[in-house]
């Protein structure tokens, strides 16, 4: 687990995601990261820093996770992100 935790710290704030070769790929966290799951993650996050501390507790939920990708986030991507739930967990 060690290694693992070295391995994704390397990749990502060491710029150094060439070293593991094709699990680099997996290693760097970035927009492309999991099919543009990683633009989705920081835009959400890029949204929630900015709502008052009342909106934070109270405003949005998961269920109205699709609310917010529609009219707050400018999609890249070709997928609609319907709710912020993991479907296989």
Same mark, same amino acid.
């Given at each position: 687990? +060690?290694?693992?935790? $070295? @391995?994704?710290?390397?990749?990502?704030?060491?710029?150094? @995601? #060439? %070293?593991?070769?094709?699990? *680099?790929?997996? +290693?760097?966290?970035?927009?492309?990261? *999991?099919?543009? %799951? *990683?633009? /989705?993650?920081?835009? !959400?996050? #890029?949204?929630?820093?900015?709502?008052?501390?009342?909106?934070?507790?109270?405003?949005?939920?998961?269920? !109205? $996770?699709?609310?917010?990708?529609?009219?707050? /986030?400018?999609?890249?991507?070709?997928?609609?992100?319907?709710? @912020?739930?993991?479907?296989?967990?």
């Amino acid at each position: 687990m +060690l290694v693992i935790g $070295f @391995a994704f710290c390397d990749a990502n704030f060491g710029g150094h @995601a #060439e %070293r593991y070769g094709s699990i *680099g790929y997996y +290693l760097e966290f970035n927009d492309y990261w *999991g099919t543009n %799951r *990683g633009y /989705i993650w920081r835009k !959400t996050v #890029e949204l929630y820093m900015n709502f008052n501390p009342m909106h934070k507790l109270f405003r949005y939920e998961l269920d !109205t $996770f699709g609310i917010l990708t529609k009219y707050k /986030i400018r999609e890249v991507t070709t997928q609609f992100f319907e709710n @912020a739930h993991n479907e296989y967990l």
